[in-house]
């Protein structure tokens, strides 16, 4: 007589709770759909993008193969930036490196060297 037992949650009990979906209107393809179907935007009034995922994700494909080269571009050109920042932390390191080292005291050697010649 448990029908309700709580042991069988893997099959689809559809009278748990009534969900509450609430619905949003894309403005690209114009179709409602489930808000969760949209990503969230701090900006807009309802907290959601305009767009619904499907059609952000086209648009975002659209403007990759329409701007590839300059994709491409930004990212080479931000490599190249990096690699010089890299290039110039691995010589401020050697630099400290070299500035650390000398200030070991080598005072002491220097007395049993003869100061004949
Ligand atoms: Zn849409």
């Known amino acids: 007589m448990e029908e309700n ?3 069988n949650n893997s099959l689809p009990q559809p009278e748990i709770k009534p969900k509450i979906i609430k619905l949003k209107r894309c403005d690209r ?3 409602e759909k489930d808000i969760k179907l949209f990503n969230r935007q701090k900006t807009s009034i309802d907290k959601r993008h305009p767009w ?3 059609c952000q994700s086209l648009d975002n494909a659209v403007y ?5 080269d300059k994709r491409l571009k930004y990212i080479q050109n931000w490599r190249a930036k990096r690699k010089l920042e890299k290039i110039e932390l691995e010589k401020q390191i050697a630099l400290q490196n070299l500035i650390a080292e000398p200030a070991e005291p080598e005072a002491p ?4 060297i003869p100061a004949s010649e």
Do not use: G, V
């Not at 990759?64 to 590839?68: D, L, V």
């Not at 050697?109 to 049993?112: H, R, V």
């Open 5 to 7: 037992s709580e042991q």
């Open 109 to 112: 050697k220097n007395l049993d």
């Open 29 to 31: 393809c114009l179709e």
């Open 52 to 54: 619904c995922k499907k």
């Open 64 to 68: 990759y193969a329409q701007n590839r």
